[in-house]
């Protein structure tokens, strides 16, 4: 099993900045992909960002240029650095890892409410 613990949302101004973490533990050596999801009030559960094992990353576009998803190996974290935050970004965001091989299995952290004042 993979366990994830995220930390650092909060209340931001537009504009501002927030960066999320999220401590993975557990079988971490099994972990394929880490990522972001969000979901805001009324909306379906949305892709942020990924990072593979290798270190590729994958963006929604509306983050793109904005937002950066890092990894750090030794302390088995994933980090999501959010910069020029809207009002849109409002959510709760959700770190997942999916883990494993036939079949790969999925674990979410309990997820960070991010609220951005206009």
């Known amino acids: 099993q993979v366990q994830l613990a995220e930390s650092g949302g909060g209340l931001v101004q537009a504009g501002g900045s927030l960066r999320l973490s999220c401590a993975a533990s557990?079988?971490?050596?099994?972990?394929?992909?880490l990522g972001w999801y969000r979901q805001a009030p009324g909306k379906q559960r949305e892709l942020v960002a990924v990072?593979?094992?290798?270190?590729?990353?994958n963006y929604a576009d509306s983050v793109k240029g904005r937002f950066t998803i890092s990894r750090d190996k030794v302390k088995n974290t994933v980090y999501l650095q959010m910069n020029t935050l809207k009002p849109e970004d409002t959510a709760v965001y959700y770190c997942?890892?999916?883990?494993?091989?036939?079949?790969?299995?999925?674990?979410w952290g309990q997820g960070t409410q991010v609220t951005v004042s206009s």
């Open positions: 557990g079988i971490v050596s099994s972990i394929n992909v």
């Open positions: 997942n890892a999916r883990w494993g091989i036939a079949p790969e299995r999925n674990s």
């Open positions: 990072i593979s094992k290798g270190g590729s990353t």
